[in-house]
């Protein structure tokens, strides 16, 4: 489901006086909106046809430096303008924010108005694109689970993040009394998204202290990524409002389980479900064992767009919950891809391996390529796995750290193909630059072990 707001709705509304703001969005590497608040009067006469912003917001990292090695742009060729197109169809309203609406954006080169290939939000569109060729449509949905900790954010920062304090003292996984005393956060969280046209299923707790779930029902691959980043800006929003922090970092500590962001996807074709077959063991269609076959083919070369960073990697253990092998199961949440929906019309799989600060475009084009590039090689499902996968020494390891993702890759034929190189090559650098800021770092560890003992 898209916006829930038209443009001539944002017309009376704004004549009303009910809405004078709209933040016209882009979606950056990280999966953050970037963009400009409006005059809603501004907004109906020029900007809702397109605005402009820096070519930058796609080859900065998380606290925005401007790295070099981008082919795209750069300081030699003198950070250029992106042209902003409003998709109208995104337009909504911001429930939380007072007097606000919001559009959704894509990035167009500013001398020819082509897509930018590598805006994450293209991208998903492209392998969308693929899947229509086929006459088929992709079905997704992402979870997002994270963490609420006591203070505001400016507080915890000037802190240097240190004796942070989940909101809630106990494990409160399904705990409806440990969840209320969260409601403060999390009811205004559900009410507001719905009312900003997100079908929220559910919030609940999570298998750690202070850490929540948020449930968005399913929809199309574009909508799914769209709800998504939207859902996650305002769960932010919303804790600042109420005077305490939401973070979506995978692992904020070594003792504490870590978040992920679950994705569910199946395949439909004609309104029917391309997936499934009543014949079939598990109801799986052979469209659906070829997809997943590719899924688990190339799980390596697309790690990079389900962890994008070294913290990433810190939450791929035994134990966990995280996944480590790259194997399929029936139900089972010790494997890379569950089986859910089993012999059901609703029959899907879920990737488990991404985290909770995954780019939800960039996560689900990689894993749409993936399936796609396993029904053109028809490849060949294995057996389910039964058991143990953190113990099973003889399947393929998920990376277990970033710079090895990084040259999964740079090597993958598969996604070059898909992608081209430039999107691939253009991701590598987001990687490589992201390793080489770790790696100038000095970690309190460091000093701790070896400040007198070296």
Not at 164 to 190: C, H, I, S, W
Not at 321 to 346: H, I, M, Q, Y
Request: glycine share 8%; hydrophobic share 40%.
């Amino acid at each position: 489901m898209p916006g829930n707001l038209t443009f001539d709705a944002l017309k009376k509304k704004a004549e009303a006086g009910e809405i004078d703001t709209v933040l016209a969005a882009m979606v950056d590497m990280q999966g953050r909106l970037m963009g400009k608040r409006f005059h809603v009067s501004n907004f109906i006469d020029h900007a809702h046809e397109e605005t402009h912003c820096c070519n930058y917001l796609l080859a900065t990292d998380l606290v925005m430096s401007t790295p070099d090695g981008y082919a795209s742009t750069s300081w030699r060729t003198g950070y250029g303008d992106y042209v902003l197109k409003p998709d109208l169809s995104t337009l909504r309203l911001v429930p939380w924010l007072e007097g606000t609406a919001l559009v959704l954006g894509d990035l167009l080169d500013h001398h020819d108005h082509a897509p930018v290939p590598h805006a994450p939000r293209e991208m998903l569109k492209a392998q969308v694109a693929r899947l229509a060729e086929m006459g088929l449509d992709a079905a997704m949905a992402t979870e997002l689970e994270f963490f609420l900790f006591q203070g505001d954010y400016r507080t915890l920062q000037k802190s240097g993040y240190r004796d942070l304090v989940p909101f809630n003292g106990f494990n409160e996984d399904y705990n409806l009394f440990q969840t209320t005393k969260e409601e403060a956060v999390m009811r205004p969280l559900r009410n507001h998204l719905v009312a900003a046209g997100i079908p929220v299923e559910c919030t609940k707790g999570e298998a750690e202290i202070g850490q929540q779930e948020l449930n968005i029902r399913y929809a199309s691959a574009l909508d799914c990524a769209d709800h998504h980043t939207i859902a996650k800006q305002a769960t932010k929003e919303i804790a600042w409002q109420n005077g305490c922090s939401a973070s979506f970092l995978p692992k904020w500590a070594p003792d504490k389980v870590g978040s992920s962001s679950h994705v569910h996807l199946s395949l439909w074709k004609d309104g029917e479900a391309a997936f499934f077959d009543e014949a079939d063991a598990h109801g799986m269609s052979e469209l659906m064992r070829m997809f997943v076959a590719g899924l688990l083919a190339y799980a390596r070369d697309y790690t990079f767009f389900l962890a994008p960073y070294v913290n990433s990697y810190k939450r791929f253990a035994p134990g966990t919950f995280a996944p480590t092998k790259a194997v399929w199961s029936v139900d089972n949440r010790t494997a890379a891809f569950r089986l859910c929906g089993e012999g059901t019309r609703g029959v899907r799989i879920e990737c488990r391996t991404g985290g909770s600060d995954m780019n939800p475009y960039l996560a689900q084009a990689a894993l749409i390529a993936a399936g796609l590039r396993g029904i053109e090689e028809k490849l060949t499902l294995p057996r389910p796995y039964e058991g143990d996968a953190y113990a099973e020494d003889d399947v393929e390891e998920i990376p277990r750290t970033l710079r090895d993702a990084i040259e999964t890759l740079r090597t993958s034929t598969m996604l070059r193909e898909a992608f081209g190189d430039a999107v691939v090559d253009h991701y590598v650098r987001c990687g490589t630059w992201e390793q080489e800021e770790y790696d100038r770092a000095v970690t309190d560890w460091e000093l701790a072990r070896g400040f007198e003992g070296a």
